[in-house]
């Protein structure tokens, strides 16, 4: 039988060559083809004993039995050996038999462009254990082609898997940054919406800080003659001025005395003490939104919740007096928990808000509880909004779902706060009935993992 020019010079070459040449996604089982000379199904025994021990055949585990340019089976060098070669006799006994009375009938026969993925499930399905067979490769019409080893078809695997789990891990990082870019987004977002309502947070001690600055001035000017009056006097006296001129600027100081309110200095130093509470408000805010909105996600630390609660109410602070929403706080003892304060600073603030926009009456109510269960300090924000529809409820964590109209939810803030506690290896659910309001239940560990992610 001739040798197809396509695997003419395949016999040559090692078969770790042929499947590192090709490892790309369209690699077939005919790269992985070798030219054996077949054998016929009446050669005897001892001749394909003989063929086993040719340099060209030391590598192969079995060789391909052709009978009119179609296998029909396969003799494997182990089978050959156990039933024959240490048998008593038994070259004497089988060696001029022919070969097709202890060939396999049913060899593993591969079509030339099937695929490396289906090649690996028909191996999978129809080889022996242990492995000591090679398999066939024919074409379309079912004609002898050459041989291909199973380890060739492992080794085509093995890179298929490695390039398809670095191109995994690139997919991942990528995803990781967009993730990271996305959550910032929507924290900027929230952020923006509530624009606002920190602006007012932020104009009304300032309102106090300007009227405070402006009545000091006022006193200080006051302060400041009759301050001038009394060095006028003090002037006359040491210059020698003579009796009139003295008389004039005594009287001066009079008249500034007698204009001038000593508790004025209680007052100014109550202004002041009004001014320093006020311009501490305003640090405290922007020290909240800085925490809100600043970028180093994964900087883990022990906080008190309470802490944490306190400063997203404060940023939200504006929406829940402008729909007058009663705010319960039932704190248990719970110690500082190990976690990333923006990013459970973030869950907080966007269930906080879900529960506001939810509540549409003017009896509004929102009720915060913690305590302690085992290693896990709870965290309950509860509402008694309108509360979420059954078929609605089960899908409230996952991204881009919102029953709020187009244009005014991105169906983000609830899957974020999701990946947030489930990263912070702890847990978040959900419970809620139409009309008589939801609860979100956070548990978090006390002692956060140390692989939380940066990015949520």
Same mark, same amino acid.
């Given at each position: 039988m001739s040798i197809p020019a396509h695997l003419a010079t395949a016999d040559a070459s090692s078969a770790s060559t042929s499947t590192t040449s090709h490892t790309g996604a369209g690699l077939r089982v005919s790269a992985l083809a070798h030219w054996v000379e077949p054998i016929a199904p009446t050669m005897p025994i001892l001749s394909v004993g003989e063929r086993f021990l040719h340099a060209d055949c030391a590598s192969w585990l079995s060789l391909p039995v052709i009978d009119n340019r179609k296998p029909v089976g396969s003799i494997s060098r182990y089978e050959l050996m156990q039933r024959v070669y240490i048998k008593p006799f038994g070259r004497e006994l089988h060696g001029k038999r022919p070969i097709s009375g202890m060939m396999h009938a049913q060899p593993l026969v591969l079509a030339a462009d099937a695929t490396i993925d289906d090649a690996s499930r028909m191996i999978a399905a129809g080889i022996r254990q242990p492995i000591m067979e090679d398999f066939i490769v024919v074409d379309d019409k079912g004609h002898y082609l050459g041989a291909g080893k199973v380890l060739d078809v492992l080794g085509a695997m093995e890179s298929r898997l490695a390039q398809r789990s670095m191109e995994l891990e690139q997919a991942y990082r990528k995803l990781k940054s967009s993730q990271a870019q996305l959550i910032q987004s929507e924290k900027m977002a929230s952020l923006g919406q509530m624009v606002a309502g920190i602006a007012h947070e932020i104009n009304t001690p300032l309102g106090y800080v300007r009227n405070n600055v402006e009545m000091t001035q006022v006193? $200080?000017?006051?302060? @400041?003659?009759?301050?001038?009056?009394?060095?006028?006097?003090?002037?006359? &006296?040491?210059? +020698?001025?003579? *009796?009139? *001129? %003295?008389?004039?600027?005594?009287?001066? $100081?009079?008249?500034?005395?007698?204009?001038?309110?000593?508790?004025?200095?209680?007052?100014?130093?109550? $202004?002041? *003490?009004?001014?320093?509470?006020?311009? +501490?408000?305003?640090?405290?805010?922007? +020290? #909240?939104?800085?925490? %809100? @909105? =600043?970028?180093?996600?994964? =900087?883990? !630390?022990?906080?008190?919740?309470? /802490?944490?609660? !306190?400063?997203?109410?404060?940023? +939200?602070? #504006?929406? &829940? =007096? /402008? /729909? #007058?929403?009663?705010?319960?706080?039932? %704190?248990?003892?719970?110690p500082p928990i190990q976690c990333s304060p923006a990013q459970i600073n973030q869950v907080l603030l966007n269930l906080i808000t879900n529960a506001t926009q939810a509540i549409e009456h003017a009896q509004g109510r929102i009720t915060l509880r913690t305590h302690v269960v085992g290693h896990f300090a709870l965290i309950a924000v509860e509402d008694n909004g309108k509360g979420i529809a059954p078929q609605h409820l089960e899908h409230i964590f996952e991204p881009f779902f919102t029953t709020k109209p187009i244009g005014q939810g991105t169906g983000l803030g609830l899957s974020i706060c999701f990946q947030i506690v489930e990263q912070h290896r702890g847990r978040i659910r959900a419970a809620s009935a139409p009309g008589a309001g939801t609860r979100f239940l956070i548990a978090l560990p006390m002692q956060a993992s140390k692989n939380v992610d940066e990015s949520p």
């Open positions: 006193a $200080l000017g006051d302060m @400041s003659g009759l301050i001038g009056s009394y060095q006028s006097v003090v002037d006359a &006296l040491v210059a +020698g001025a003579d *009796e009139p *001129e %003295f008389a004039r600027r005594v009287a001066q $100081l009079e008249g500034k005395r007698a204009g001038f309110d000593i508790g004025a200095l209680d007052d100014l130093r109550a $202004l002041l *003490e009004d001014t320093v509470f006020r311009v +501490g408000q305003i640090a405290e805010l922007v +020290g #909240n939104l800085k925490d %809100f @909105s =600043r970028l180093d996600q994964a =900087r883990m !630390e022990r906080i008190d919740v309470h /802490k944490l609660i !306190e400063s997203a109410l404060k940023i +939200g602070g #504006n929406l &829940l =007096r /402008k /729909k #007058n929403i009663q705010i319960v706080r039932q %704190f248990g003892k719970v």
